[in-house]
């Protein structure tokens, strides 16, 4: 009875720490829109900078590295940086290409990648609550970024932002493969591995030049201190956690927070049909996860 407490509890807290990881991650779009770089240049900084933290954080906690213990996990986890930094370059340059609303629909058909491959991948049983509940999550986006979506065809942005939600589905599923390196060292070494791939492709890119303006400081530091280095601490502190179905689920609030910060901070009104996407993302997300179901397959 002890045991199943302690472990609701730490359920609990994995759920806390995602949710405000999502929120965090949700108010990216309105700190990068003070910072006069290129989408190559945002990723490049705000990956070096949360590193740096986690790096420093880690090693004045005294912990010590027990990533060489399992050398296949750690491979796992590289390699679920490397999808991590490639997926935020695809995505950073889809919004150049084809904008915010477009990219972000692109970008979150990650999750229905997750969602489709846990069976396979955790043997994690679908159940039709959770199916349910993931189809009105993914109406709901796409009734939120409607109008944008309207506006598009077929392009490269297109194809940037899908190809940033297949690195997105990469990431969650060989982080959640790295079982053994958990908690702050899982964070900082999925970031350096991220900063690594990132700081290559800059530097062949354009030669690894930033032209920083005194204006672009202070939302450099915060994207890369608060939004990316606690954010990813709390974001794969968690997921390790999560049933990957769930992290799939409940990644939908993301954009759901970016919308409502959207309104908040910079007064972009909301449709009726926006509305209703943000209900069916919330609504879907609650149902899914927690509404008692039967699975699909034999118990």
Do not use: D
Request: charged share 10%; hydrophobic share 55%; glycine share 10%.
């Amino acid at each position: 009875m002890a045991m199943r407490g302690a472990s609701t509890i730490g359920m609990k807290r994995a759920y806390i720490k995602y949710l405000f990881a999502l929120l965090l991650f949700g108010s990216n779009g309105i700190v990068a829109s003070y910072i006069s770089l290129n989408s190559y240049e945002i990723v490049f900084t705000r990956t070096l900078i949360g590193s740096a933290l986690l790096l420093v954080v880690f090693f004045l906690s005294k912990e010590k590295l027990q990533f060489w213990k399992n050398r296949k996990h750690f491979g796992f986890l590289v390699l679920s940086g490397l999808a991590m930094g490639a997926s935020w370059m695809f995505l950073y340059e889809a919004y150049s290409q084809i904008g915010v609303g477009v990219a972000t629909l692109a970008y979150y058909f990650g999750p229905v990648i997750v969602l489709v491959f846990s069976p396979l991948v955790f043997r994690e049983r679908m159940s039709l609550t959770k199916i349910f509940g993931f189809s009105a999550a993914l109406l709901g986006m796409i009734l939120v970024n409607r109008t944008a979506l309207l506006r598009g065809g077929f392009s490269q942005g297109i194809l940037f932002g899908v190809l940033s939600a297949f690195m997105y589905a990469l990431m969650v599923i060989f982080n959640k493969k790295a079982t053994s390196i958990t908690g702050l060292e899982n964070s900082m070494l999925q970031l350096c591995a991220s900063f690594l791939i990132v700081a290559v492709f800059t530097l062949i890119k354009q030669g690894g030049t930033i032209s920083f303006t005194p204006q672009n400081i202070f939302p450099i530091l915060f994207l890369g201190v608060v939004n990316t280095g606690i954010g990813c601490y709390l974001y794969f502190s968690s997921i390790q956690q999560l049933r990957a179905q769930s992290v799939a689920i409940f990644g939908y609030l993301e954009p759901l927070s970016a919308l409502a910060l959207a309104a908040l901070m910079l007064h972009e009104r909301l449709t009726l049909i926006q509305l209703l996407g943000a209900v069916l993302i919330l609504g879907g997300a609650i149902f899914g996860e927690f509404f008692r179901h039967k699975s699909l397959s034999k118990q």
